[in-house]
C-alpha cells in the first residue's frame, strides 16, 4: 500500500463546473497536507495548505482534511482550462519536514 | 522576491559519467530539500537540509548520491557513474517555518544515455 493515495485520473470536467479531487494516507502521525499543481513539463506548484480538520478556501479553491478517516480533498470551483494539469497531494508525516507526495491526479477542464 | 533557482535546466551525461546540480534557494530559507521525480510519477524525497546540517538522507537510492551545503546557503546534488536509472527530473525546494509549505525550483531534467 502506497503512503498517499490519489486517482491518477484522468478526470474530465466541463468548463465552469467543480472538480473534485481525493487523496488517502496511511501516516496517522500525518500534521500537514498540502495541494500542489504541477503542469506538464513544469515544476509542482503549491496552491493549498492544511493543517486542522474542516475546510480551508482560498480563491476558487476548497481543502477539506478528515484526520479520522485520513483523507484530504480539493475542489476547484468554476473550474476554467487553464487548471488543466497534474494535481499532486503531499503531506509532513510524523517525522517531519520531509514531503510524501501521491502520483497526482490529472484534471482536464473542457470548454 | 526571487525564486528557488537551479541549474543547469538539462543535462544530458553518458553513463559513467559524475553530474553536479546546483540550487539556489529562496533567499532566508534554512531548510533545503532535494526530491527525484520520474516520468508519471509524484517526487520522492532524497534527502533534507536544515542550514548546512544535512538532516536526512534516507532517500538517497544508492552510495552513488552525495548532496551537500557548505554554508548554509546554495546546495549541489551530485550523482557518480551514472546510470540510465538515474534519468529523471531532480527539484529542489526550500522552506522557513513561516512560509507554509515548500516552494520548488524548476527542476533540472537528467538523461542519461
Known amino acids: 500500500q502506497k503512503e498517499v493515495e490519489q486517482n491518477s485520473g484522468p478526470l474530465s470536467v466541463p468548463e465552469g463546473a467543480i472538480a473534485s479531487l481525493n487523496c488517502t494516507y496511511s501516516?496517522?502521525?500525518?500534521?500537514?497536507f498540502f495541494w500542489y499543481r504541477q503542469y506538464s513539463g513544469k515544476s509542482p506548484e503549491l496552491i493549498m495548505s492544511?493543517?486542522?480538520?474542516g475546510d480551508k478556501e482560498d480563491g476558487r479553491f476548497t481543502a477539506q482534511l478528515n484526520k479520522a478517516s485520513q483523507y484530504v480533498s480539493l475542489l476547484i470551483r468554476d473550474s476554467q482550462p487553464s487548471d488543466s494539469a497534474t494535481y499532486l497531494c503531499?503531506?509532513?508525516?510524523?517525522?517531519?519536514?520531509?514531503?510524501?507526495f501521491g502520483g497526482g491526479t490529472r484534471v482536464l477542464v473542457k470548454p | 522576491g526571487a525564486g528557488v533557482s537551479q541549474s543547469p535546466r538539462y543535462k544530458v551525461a553518458k553513463r559513467g559519467q559524475d553530474v553536479a546540480l546546483r540550487c539556489d534557494p529562496i533567499?532566508?530559507?534554512?531548510?533545503l530539500f532535494w526530491y527525484q521525480q520520474a516520468l508519471g510519477q509524484g517526487p520522492e524525497f532524497l534527502t533534507y537540509f536544515q542550514n548546512e546540517a544535512q538532516l536526512d538522507k534516507s532517500g538517497l537510492p544508492s552510495d552513488r548520491f552525495f548532496a551537500e551545503r557548505p554554508e548554509g546557503s546554495v546546495s549541489t546534488l551530485k550523482i557518480q557513474r551514472t546510470q540510465q536509472e538515474d534519468s529523471a527530473v531532480y527539484l529542489c525546494a526550500s522552506s522557513t517555518p513561516a512560509s507554509g509549505g515548500q516552494f520548488f525550483g524548476p527542476g533540472t531534467r537528467l538523461t542519461v544515455l
Open positions: 492544511i493543517y486542522s480538520n
Open positions: 501516516d496517522r502521525g500525518s500534521q500537514s
Open positions: 503531499a503531506l509532513e508525516g510524523a517525522a517531519g519536514n520531509k514531503l510524501t
Open positions: 533567499s532566508g530559507h534554512v531548510s
